[in-house]
């Protein structure tokens, strides 16, 4: 057994007690936590996102003795900037299980871009036998010229396609990595069912790999558009849930260097709805 070395006692007071020896590191926010950022509006949220609790003026000092409010974690949204910019350094949130599928995503709230990152494996040829079977059996109905969808069925994300709604708190994400979460299925069901995200475009990306952050910013921008288009929509959207984002899936960079390259944007929101957005 091993000891903190000790010293001498402190001059003038020989029964004080040593310090500790060395302090615990200071607890540090999962990425995507919102940390006060500002909705569609430029109100604050009132209500807190799932990653933490929010900072606000006022917020008591994280340890007895500090003054005053701690400064902001690192890739807090600055004042006055843009709501849509996505945060940065924080680490990727906790992995979802089960599921059986590949995809990937990355997650932010109150009013940040949610960025989501989808891994094609069996659509890229990586995995050709994993599930096929089960693949055909899950898809959903779809029918008439938009092929909107008429049953609820598990999906494989690279199916998304532009007015889909599903619900991606039910996504399975069992691992990590520092571009997002891995995910294997989407559970897709009719616009008029309880949901949580929806696409509302899709896009594809040319050269090579750019990374997940760069995809990220292109459905911020996306969503930006869509919102200055959509203002009826976005003002009951916000009524709903004033920290509404976007999804954005893609292939992996593996995926990516073959030549699938196809994007999908989606909305997303922290409390369900059950209505179609327009797109």
């Known amino acids: 057994m091993s000891f903190p070395p000790s010293g001498p006692p402190y001059p003038g007071d020989p029964n004080q007690p040593q310090p500790p020896y060395g302090q615990p590191p200071q607890p540090y926010q999962q990425y995507g936590q919102p940390g006060g950022p500002q909705d569609a509006y430029g109100q604050p949220p009132q209500q807190p996102g799932p990653y933490g609790q929010p900072g606000g003026p006022g917020t008591p ?32 949130p906790p992995p979802r299980r089960g599921g059986n599928k590949i995809a990937k995503k990355l997650a932010g709230f109150g009013g940040v871009i949610i ?38 069925a598990s999906m494989d994300p690279w199916d998304l396609k532009v007015g889909d709604c599903f619900m991606d708190d039910q996504s399975t994400t069992p691992t990590t990595t520092e571009d997002g979460q891995t995910v294997y299925r989407i559970d897709a069901l009719p616009c008029t069912d309880a949901h949580n995200a929806q696409v509302f475009t899709s896009l594809s990306l040319s050269g ?10 292109k459905c911020s921008k996306k969503l930006e558009g869509w919102i200055d288009g959509h203002a009826a929509a976005t003002k009951k959207l916000a009524k ?5 984002g976007a999804l954005a899936y893609f292939p992996e960079e593996t995926g990516w260097e073959i030549g699938s390259n196809r994007i999908t944007c989606s909305i997303y929101t922290n409390k369900n709805i059950t209505f179609k957005l327009p797109t």
Do not use: C, H, M, W
Request: overall charge negative; charged content about 15%.
């Open 208 to 217: 090579a790999f750019p990374g997940g952050q760069a995809i990220v910013d």
């Open 61 to 92: 000092p994280p340890f007895p003795g500090a003054q005053g409010t701690p400064p902001p974690f690192p890739g807090a949204p600055v004042p006055g900037g843009n709501p849509f910019d996505p945060p940065g350094g924080y680490p990727p």
């Open 240 to 244: 709903l849930d004033p920290n509404f």
């Open 115 to 152: 960025a989501i990152v989808v891994l094609i494996a069996v659509k890229l040829g990586l995995g050709a036998g994993l599930n096929a079977a089960g693949d055909a059996l899950d898809e959903p109905d779809r029918v008439g010229p938009s092929q909107e969808i008429t049953e609820a």
